[in-house]
């Protein structure tokens, strides 16, 4: 937000530099990203090229300082035609000394061309010879020296100047014609030199996005005398009784809403020192009323709209008119004052009267009500809505104003009438007429102001600083609460402006920051903690997802991170076309950002294969995973179900091809499940296996079910032919496991019990044996397991065969056996003796034959 520091003066007497008054500004939280000079001067007479990094690496430095004896207050005499060029003229002017021909093309000067002699003188800028001012033919601000040259045949060497050549505006159509007050031969810096601040506005300081708000941060701050306006009102015309009413319809969003009414004005641009406040906080004037209620917002932060009052009359059927606040109807549309036709959502509040939509409430008018060249009264709002739904309603209108943008962050229902009344001064001020008796208040919502207490203790624990209770009270005083002291109690109610501070403990918290702010962040010493340090607690569920995560990227693989929102048709192309769809409901969104993503992902294996649909253009090997939730929606809960799930995904060869050569056959299967091994392995899991599966993704015969325990946790295997096909993955398979993630959490051991290695031998033998073809491996595994006792150390299958040595309808399955005892060396009989039982066990329980 831009605030020229003459405006804040008018509030707020300010002694210091402003280089200083920045810096103390920055400390207090209001961050100033940039100071532009305005004809002001340098410190010390630096120009601006020297400034670099004078106050913070966070502020920059900008504009243009004025030389006294360069550029001063001038006065046109008359002005003349250019002897040879039609879109030139000559004028008399006065600089204070003696009298100067000035070449000029400003259109805003051809109106007085061959008029003579000039009533009274235009008063305009004027810059000497050898004045340093900017480009006004240049896009940027790039300076330039006035020196003497011929144009047109006629000798230059000054100029009155616009606003882009003094920094204060990029308005260059015409030269600055300045107030009947401005003294011919003043130096123009004394006269209007200024100094425009911008400064971040942050959310919890929304109060502060206008002048008087900076003024009094800046009063508390350097202990200057603060002089807020006077909101008294010459009221000079009839009674507003009576002619005019207001209904309100929805409170919550509307809790204010308060009418005035100016008559008899004259519409006419509003008075130079007028614009150039506008202009220097990067508004653009239009006319003097609508430039009051501009102003009236800058000024003390509450957004109005003038109406014209006869327009709504006529709307009323030459009766008085009846303000009314509603929801938009279904359908409903209104002609903005951006000229574009707008489609009203049903929760977008309305100004409306008994004829239609007149405004978006706390965004923008309408056009058909609008202020114009022909208005002569003017019926004046001011109003406090809804902040959230100020968001909603900018958001979904993709509109945003300067009223928006102040509503959107909290009005406090207080500013209404103190905005109307500012404004109604102003009005009369700049466009003449009478202001009508009295004002129209609908307040059916007052807010609660909290009254919050602290103590010097607070400030000791919460701050690290010791301050007595007047001390306290004196700082909140400075920020207009209303403070009572009772011995080492302060007892503080938030006045009337702010909206920001909260009650019990969070209102504690909010007046510590304020008395913070104020003391200053910068006298804060630095201490060690003093309280008892809170118990720490861990997140096991948070490091256990923290230890997959880096297993996996230690086996090889990179995470990725992907959208949560998706669509429907996503989420379908998992499946093949003629599968059965995922007929669960999906979690809709109302206000999605973008038509293709509008309802919360069920599976993340469609995130993921996105990813690697979008990369199998540009590499040809890819291993990745991802952790991340899935909602499912849950009958009759108002919320869904978050479910965390692991992908991981493999496609392309085993082995990047190299000099050395390397295994650069695609991989399979065994690949996924030799990666998901070692990782249950390196997490310490239990008994697992794996069962055939039938999924709509996944391969038929080259996918498989794990199994933890008892519970299943998740289908792994080759994607499906049919959804290969629905991606553009390139010709190698894909790889998948879709994993649920909270139940392999579940299972992760707390502790584990670590055995020292033997220091005996291990026997080492092969047992081949031959089972029906339906008979699974590892019921084969558990027997031997189970039979072998303590001694049996390790079991693993090492081949499988099916051939013409083997009965039809049968299969032989090898395992290397490990036996091994920690206190003593097997001999060969107790090896045999289990063998042998491990053999007759296999024989009973699976019909299992040796095989020879």
């Not at 002048?211 to 009102?233: M, N, S």
């Not at 794996?690 to 080259?702: T, W």
Request: hydrophobic share 40%; aromatic share 6%.
């Amino acid at each position: 937000m831009y605030i020229p520091l003459s405006w804040l003066k008018d509030y707020v007497e300010i002694t210091i530099p402003v280089e200083e008054l920045v810096k103390r500004l920055t400390l207090a939280g209001l961050e100033v990203e940039e100071l532009r000079y305005v004809g002001l001067p340098f410190p010390d007479g630096s120009g601006r090229e020297e400034m670099e990094g004078y106050l913070s690496p966070h502020t920059k430095i900008s504009g243009l300082s004025w030389a006294p004896d360069k550029i001063v207050v001038g006065g046109v005499l008359e002005v003349m035609p250019h002897p040879n060029a039609d879109r030139l003229v000559l004028c008399r002017l006065d600089d204070g000394q003696q009298e100067h021909i000035v070449l000029t093309g400003a259109p805003n000067l051809f109106p007085y061309k061959g008029l003579g002699l000039l009533e009274k003188p235009l008063k305009v800028a004027y810059a000497r010879e050898g004045a340093r001012i900017f480009d006004g033919h240049k896009t940027n601000q790039e300076w330039m020296i006035l020196k003497r040259s011929k144009i047109r045949g006629v000798e230059s060497y000054s100029m009155a100047c616009s606003e882009k050549e003094l920094g204060i505006s990029e308005d260059h159509e015409g030269i600055i014609i300045l107030d009947d007050d401005a003294s011919i031969g003043t130096p123009l810096v004394e006269y209007m030199g200024d100094a425009v601040l911008d400064i971040a506005i942050s959310p919890n300081i929304a109060r502060n996005t206008n002048t008087l708000g900076i003024a009094r941060e800046i009063a508390a701050i350097i202990g200057a005398p603060f002089h807020p306006p006077d909101y008294e009102v010459p009221w000079t015309g009839e009674s507003i009784e009576g002619r005019v009413r207001i209904e309100i319809k929805v409170p919550e969003l509307n809790p204010r809403f308060v009418l005035g009414l100016m008559e008899g004005i004259t519409i006419k641009p509003s008075p130079y020192w007028v614009q150039r406040r506008l202009r220097l906080a990067a508004i653009r004037p239009i006319n003097n009323i609508v430039d009051a209620t501009n102003y009236a917002m800058l000024a003390i932060g509450e957004p109005l709209h003038a109406f014209d009052y006869d327009v709504l009359v006529e709307r009323a059927g030459g009766k008085a008119p009846k303000i009314i606040t509603r929801l938009a109807k279904p359908g409903e549309r209104l002609m903005t004052l951006d000229d574009v036709d707008r489609d009203l959502d049903e929760f977008t509040v309305l100004v409306t009267d008994t004829a239609g939509a007149l405004s978006i409430a706390g965004v923008m008018g309408g056009a058909e009500s609008e202020v114009n060249e022909n208005t002569v009264n003017v019926l004046l709002e001011g109003a406090a809505w809804d902040f959230i739904n100020i968001r909603q309603t900018e958001a979904s209108q993709k509109l945003t104003s300067e009223a928006s943008y102040r509503f959107s962050r909290g009005v406090h229902p207080a500013m209404a009438e103190r905005g109307v009344r500012f404004c109604l001064k102003m009005m009369q001020q700049l466009a003449g007429g009478t202001i009508a008796k009295g004002l129209v208040d609908e307040y059916p919502l007052p807010p609660k102001d909290p009254v919050v207490e602290v103590t010097p203790a607070d400030a000791e624990r919460w701050l690290g600083i010791h301050l007595e209770a007047w001390e306290m009270a004196e700082i909140l005083k400075r920020l207009e609460f209303e403070v009572e002291v009772k011995g080492e109690h302060v007892k503080a109610k938030t006045p009337d402006h702010r909206l920001d501070i909260g009650e019990g403990v969070i209102g504690k918290a909010d007046l510590m920051e304020e008395i913070a702010r104020i003391y200053g962040y910068d006298r804060i010493p630095e201490t060690q903690i003093s309280d008892t340090i809170p118990p720490q607690y861990g997140n096991a569920k948070l490091e256990r997802e923290e230890q997959i995560r880096d297993l996996l990227v230690r086996l090889g693989l990179q995470e990725v991170i992907t959208y949560r929102i998706t669509s429907e048709d996503r989420e379908g192309q998992r499946f093949p076309q003629d599968a059965p769809k995922d007929d669960r409901p999906f979690l809709r969104l109302a206000n999605p950002v973008t038509s293709d993503r509008v309802v919360m992902r069920h599976s993340l294996l469609a995130s993921v294969l996105e990813v690697i649909e979008r990369n199998a253009r540009i590499r040809d090997r890819m291993a990745i995973f991802e952790v991340g939730p899935v909602y499912w929606v849950s009958e009759g809960e108002a919320l869904p179900e978050e479910r965390d799930q692991l992908v991981i995904a493999l496609t392309g060869p085993r082995e990047h091809a190299t000099w050395l050569g390397a295994d650069t056959s695609p991989m399979d299967f065994y690949d996924l499940k030799g990666l998901l091994e070692v990782l249950l392995d390196q997490l310490k899991m239990g008994e697992r296996y794996y069962l055939p599966v039938e999924h709509p993704s996944f391969h038929p015969g080259k996918s498989a079910r794990l199994i933890l325990g008892e519970s299943p946790v998740g289908v792994l295997g080759e994607l499906h032919p049919l959804v290969h096909e629905r991606y553009e993955f390139g010709e190698n398979p894909v790889l998948a496991a879709e994993l649920d993630l909270h139940s392999i959490l579940e299972r992760i051991p707390e502790a584990v019990t670590m055995l020292p290695v033997a220091s005996y031998p291990p026997v080492l033998e092969d047992l081949a044996v031959v089972v029906e073809e339906a008979v699974a491996a590892k019921d084969v595994e558990d027997i031997i397991r189970k039979t072998g006792g303590r001694v049996l150390a390790g079991v693993r299958l090492f081949d499988l065969y099916r051939g013409e040595q083997i009965q039809e309808g049968k299969k032989s399955l090898a395992y290397a056996l490990i036996y091994q005892a920690p206190d003593r060396t097997l001999t060969d009989s107790e090896v045999a003796k289990v063998r042998a039982r491990i053999i007759e066990q296999l024989e009973k329980e699976l019909d299992a034959k040796l095989r020879e």
